[in-house]
């Protein structure tokens, strides 16, 4: 997947409005803020969070039936995948 970069200067960094730059990097871009031709700053998505097994299970409920089994790793997908919500950023300024 091609990433779009965009470079911008301070100043115009300056005028723009935060949620005009976090809508560009929301929908993949990454955004390096410049001084002349030297980049000074980059705005890219953060890295997803991620837990280890001991950790998803220290969240589950003490009435958890949940179990560690051959199919583990594709229940868990399964159920990240039922939960995502689409992405909506908002419109460019």
């Known amino acids: 997947m091609r990433k779009d970069v965009i470079h911008i200067s301070e100043t115009e960094a300056a005028t723009t409005s935060v949620a005009t730059l976090l809508a560009h990097v929301r929908a993949g871009a990454e955004v390096i803020i410049e001084n002349g031709m030297r980049p000074v700053a980059v705005l890219h998505a953060a890295e997803p969070v991620s837990r280890t097994i001991s950790?998803?299970?220290?969240?589950?409920p003490e009435d958890s039936t949940a179990t560690i089994d051959?199919?583990?790793?594709?229940?868990?997908?399964?159920?990240?995948?039922?939960?995502?919500?689409?992405?909506?950023?908002?419109?460019w300024d």
């Open 55 to 60: 950790e998803c299970i220290a969240l589950l």
């Open 70 to 91: 051959a199919d583990f790793a594709k229940d868990v997908e399964a159920a990240v995948e039922s939960h995502r919500e689409p992405l909506n950023p908002p419109a």
